[in-house]
């Protein structure tokens, strides 16, 4: 568009049906990372992004996919709202709308093409998956579709290509439909004539055959039994293979830190300094870096799962098993979403239409174990199952699984309490099969990498160097007892046992000065509470440093524990599991650990989310009544746990 | 020892960078709840 304006800014709105790629091509464009996933109704919210290109401003909007703008469904009616460009932004804007349309199931995009064209905004096409569409039986005219439509057509035969797409070229060759369909009856005549003249059959001795391999592996994975089971083995598989497959460059991570942190101690002097930078800095990073293998493994296979187009498989099975819980099928994503973070999970939950629906699974969303809790579950995994991998890995998937289970319970129980009534049945397009890419999936798995590093490099970073100052003053001078032992020392003739007194009277000191400083006061304040679920002053402190980010609890344990340990720098779990109570017990004997990370599973113990919850609930009180009800049934099953170990014969 | 070693200037440093933390995180807090809307990028946890 070579209009020249005062205000060069160019809206472009990328609009089409659901799982067509749009996503993917607003990515291409500005650089961003969206969500892409290999399953209808991911962007639920449109998501604006902007980028330079010919000196001008463009300011790129992603709806989320829908067949019709007339639909009384809120992705329709966003993009509806959207596409009228009402609101602040009318005046003197150049808008443009880029349609993208799929090759594969070509016909269904004809409606809202339709309906687009009518609108007379400058328009381009963009046609992605032609390469597939070959595949299953059929080609693209590009030329008779242009013609047809009377608008620019591109083509993005692949994913890649919509990296190398001439943006330029389009934004140029936009323009405003000629030919329009007319009035509803005439519609469908149009949609037969424009794919009679555009699509063109290939190989379909191929296709055919590819037609039944998929519909053979459909028959499986939707099957109500076979479906099933094959859901839970491959849920087992992925959590059980993040908690093997990290062990090892785990190791690493820890020992390069316990490296570090002991070269420091040894070259620097002993005093404040040095103890805000092993204990603080080191320590508290490296009890979140550990993580960071998980955290790369996880987001690798739920993407590479997400990719092949299973995903819309499982929604229908778990679509059964859901329902007589009151949660409909689409709640299945945004679920399985908030295995990774509870946030897009809640966000995802818009396209949800019955409103009870929605609330409902909004409300038990965070439930589901999102990898914040992550590092939680490892640290006590290995304190209840040291010697076994099998079980430990068995434990591991098991915590998933017991938070999908209450959270599925709680559902039930509040659409039968707070929120009665039908849920409405489900419709989903089962996208078509494809084989991953490794190196798409490990891009985002670097990506939320990135992310977590981030994190740890900040927020975590931060709220450790001040507790470590919290749980270092004030410092308690050295009392009778400790002075009686260094003089018992200096008297003793045997260096050995000299040597033995003054240790025991240094780690009675470092105990002393922690339960007195700040951080020791709250905990001991706090302990009463959390004390039946198997928490010290101690673990208390970190329970509490756990509600501003709950990543921060190993981090923050391992501070406290640094604080008031003997040795300077051992491996930071290691140090945790070495680490005792004041009366010398250890500080995580098993019942208590289970204990504790039954209440983790459970609690809220995200700030954020709450925030989010309240604004797509619609109100605080539904915040509110998250976070007493999964902290309340956390502490009590959290109890329920330890006792029920104690009675098994756990210490605890 | 003192409860606070003020004489020792080692105490006053950390104490300065305990406090920048805590500015620092409200600071970060407060803005992260703003920009928190569109991408559904999340603040306290590691995914988006
Ligand atoms: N073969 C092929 N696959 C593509 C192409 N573009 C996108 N995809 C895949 O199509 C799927 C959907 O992509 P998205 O970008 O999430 O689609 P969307 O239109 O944003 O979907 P919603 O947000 O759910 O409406 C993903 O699995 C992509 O990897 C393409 O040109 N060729
Ligand atoms: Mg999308």
């Known amino acids: 568009m070579a209009m020249e304006s005062a205000d060069a800014t160019v809206h472009i709105s990328l609009v089409g049906n659901p799982n067509v790629g749009k996503s993917t091509l607003f990515n291409a464009l500005v650089g961003a990372n969206s969500r892409i996933s290999n399953y209808p109704g991911i962007t639920a919210d449109s998501v604006i992004g902007e980028f330079f290109g010919a000196q001008q401003l463009r300011i790129v909007t992603d709806l989320p996919g829908t067949y019709s703008l007339q639909l009384d469904l809120p992705e329709a009616q966003l993009c509806h709202q959207h596409l009228k460009f009402d609101g602040p932004l009318q005046s003197q804007q150049q808008n443009l709308i880029i349609v993208v349309i799929e090759a594969v199931g070509f016909p269904r995009n004809f409606q809202l093409l339709a309906q687009l064209l009518a609108l007379g905004v400058p328009m381009a096409a963009v046609v992605t998956k032609t390469a597939e569409a070959q595949l299953r039986g059929y080609q693209i005219q590009l030329q008779a579709l242009e013609e047809s439509l009377g608008i620019p057509v591109f083509e993005a035969a692949e994913k890649s290509a919509m990296r190398t797409l001439d943006v330029e070229a389009l934004i140029a060759a936009a323009r405003i439909p000629t030919s329009v369909p007319g009035d509803p009856q005439s519609i469908d005549q149009w949609s037969s004539d424009l794919l009679a003249k555009t699509s063109l059959p290939v190989r379909p001795e191929q296709a055919r055959r590819r037609r039944r391999r998929d519909d053979r592996l459909d028959r499986v994975l939707v099957h109500p039994i076979a479906g099933s089971l094959l859901f839970l083995l491959a849920m087992i598989i992925m959590f059980g293979s993040v908690y093997w497959m990290a062990q090892v460059p785990m190791e690493w991570i820890d020992v390069a830190f316990g490296t570090v942190g002991e070269w420091i101690s040894t070259s620097m002097e002993d005093g404040p300094l040095r103890g805000l930078l092993v204990d603080g800095v080191i320590g508290g990073i490296s009890g979140t870096m550990i993580f960071l293998p998980q955290i790369l493994l996880l987001f690798f296979l739920i993407s590479l799962l997400e990719e092949t187009g299973y995903m819309a498989r499982a929604a229908f099975v778990a679509d059964r098993w859901l329902r007589p819980f009151g949660l409909p099928g689409q709640a299945f994503v945004p679920l399985l979403s908030s295995h990774a973070c509870a946030i897009p999970g809640i966000l995802c939950t818009r396209l949800i239409p019955d409103r009870r629906d929605r609330l409902a699974t909004i409300l038990v969303a965070p439930f589901l174990s999102c990898s914040a809790r992550l590092p939680v579950y490892i640290l006590m995994v290995g304190i209840l199952a040291p010697a076994n991998p099998l079980v430990a890995g068995c434990v591991f998937v098991g915590c998933y699984l017991l938070g999908a289970l209450v959270a599925v319970g709680s559902a039930g129980l509040v659409r039968k309490t707070l929120l009665t009534g039908p849920s409405l049945p489900m419709v989903l397009e089962l996208p078509p099969y494809r084989l991953p890419s490794i190196g798409d999936a490990a891009r985002i798995a670097i990506d939320r990498g990135w992310t977590f590093l981030k994190n740890a490099g900040s927020v975590i970073l931060l709220i450790c160097i001040a507790l470590w100052w919290l749980s270092t003053y004030p410092s308690t001078p050295e009392g009778p007892e400790i002075e009686a032992l260094r003089v018992a020392a200096q008297a003793h003739s045997d260096p050995g046992q000299s040597q033995r007194l003054l240790d025991q009277a240094q780690s009675l000191h470092l105990r002393e000065s922690a339960r007195g400083s700040y951080a020791g006061q709250l905990g001991r304040w706090i302990e009463p509470v959390l004390a039946p679920i198997g928490a010290d002053w101690q673990l208390s402190v970190a329970i509490l440093a756990s509600f501003a980010a709950r990543e921060v609890f190993v981090s923050s344990l391992n501070v406290m524990v640094g604080v008031n340990a003997e040795e300077a720098a051992a491996s930071s779990i290691a140090r945790i599991r070495k680490s005792k109570r004041d009366d010398g017990s250890p500080l995580l004997p098993p019942a208590a650990a289970g204990g504790l990370l039954v209440f983790y599973i459970l609690a809220m113990q995200c700030l954020p989310t709450l925030v989010v919850t309240s604004r797509e609930a619609g109100g605080i009180r539904w915040a509110l009544l998250q976070l007493i009800w999964m902290t309340s049934v956390a502490w009590i099953l959290g109890v329920v746990a330890r006792q029920w170990m104690m009675a098994a014969g756990f210490s605890g | ?48």
């Not at chain 2, 003192?2 to 200037?9: A, E, K, M």
């Not at chain 2, 105490?11 to 807090?29: D, P």
């Open chain 2, 1 to 48: 020892m003192n409860q606070f070693p003020l004489s020792d200037p080692q105490f006053w440093w950390v104490t300065l960078l305990a406090v920048a933390a805590v500015v620092l995180l409200i600071v970060k807090r407060v803005r992260q709840s703003d920009d928190q809307d569109q991408n559904g990028s999340c603040g306290g946890c590691s995914a988006k």
